[in-house]
């Protein structure tokens, strides 16, 4: 399959699902490239522009939402196409807001393989988009602590649930609730952090 303008960018922090996207383009032809957070895949669309990115919103260092208000503000990158990915954003606000930012598509994980196909061969054959405006900081950023708020609410009631079954649990049961408690947690310190960050940010406007 040729990609005219360039590779597809994926950006996503969690290894098995960096890898298992990364093969399933492949494997269908299409050249990939790869970053863990928003930061990383700045620097790497610098060296060489994709022809669409993919990217996960909740990730470390700078996240998806960051990235690609980035983007969009940048003359040189604001027409790339974006679909975002999230099994965390998922509200009918989360998804209005990454729509705002001029993301393409929004597809929640798990991803359904035949449907996030299609929509990459959409997007690649459809022609430039209409995007909307960038939004301007001071909308950005209230918008993404609205965002942040709400989805660390969302996490402190799931943490609080798993530790109330955890000491109920068989122990068989155990480790896999475990785990599942410790990535809400790991979730939970990440959007405290960036929720942090924006607090500071909005200060000074």
Do not use: C
Not at 69 to 91: E, G
């Amino acid at each position: 399959m040729n990609i005219p303008y360039g590779p597809l960018l994926v950006v996503e922090d969690v290894p098995n699902i960096l890898e298992l996207l990364t093969v399933t383009l492949r494997f269908k032809g299409y050249p990939v490239i790869t970053a863990k957070n928003g930061k990383e895949a700045l620097e790497m669309i610098t060296k060489e522009r994709p022809a669409l990115i993919i990217t996960d919103i909740l990730m470390p260092i700078m996240d998806g939402y960051a990235f690609v208000q980035t983007l969009r503000t940048d003359i040189k990158t604001h027409d790339i196409p974006v679909i975002f990915l999230s099994a965390t954003y998922v509200t009918p606000e989360d998804k209005t807001f990454a729509l705002s930012l001029g993301a393409s598509r929004f597809i929640e994980k798990p991803i359904d393989t035949e449907d996030f196909l299609l929509t990459i061969a959409e997007l690649l054959t459809q022609g430039p988009a209409t995007l909307p405006q960038p939004l301007e900081d001071e909308e950005f950023y209230t918008g993404y602590r609205e965002r942040l708020k709400n989805k660390l609410s969302h996490k402190n009631v799931q943490i609080t649930r798993t530790e109330r079954l955890h000491k109920k649990l068989p122990k068989n049961q155990v480790p896999a609730f475990r785990q599942l408690l410790m990535q809400a947690m790991n979730d939970k310190e990440q959007i405290r952090a960036e929720l942090d960050e924006i607090q500071k940010i909005l200060k000074l406007q």
